[in-house]
């Protein structure tokens, strides 16, 4: 089963972890941890998938992305 592509990166601005679902629009959560952060997105997720259902909003198909990029200081 395909599920959501999750970015997990370091935001020193915030002094912690961001992870958002970029077929979801603005679904992010925050965390002190990378695990953390994780387990915060997929309860926003799940509330973001609820409130769509209730609305009567389409729900995008999740894209795979395979990729995985790293950037270089």
Not at 2 to 19: L, M, Q, R, T
Not at 24 to 39: I, K, N, P
């Amino acid at each position: 089963m395909k599920d959501y592509h999750i970015n997990i990166f370091y935001s020193e601005e915030d002094g912690g972890y961001i992870a958002d679902i970029p077929d979801l629009q603005a679904c992010s959560a925050f965390g002190l941890t990378a695990e953390e952060a994780l387990r915060e997105v997929q309860v926003a997720k799940q509330a973001w998938l609820d409130a769509a259902r209730a609305e009567g909003k389409p729900v995008p198909q999740p894209h795979y992305r395979p990729a995985i990029q790293s950037v270089e200081s």
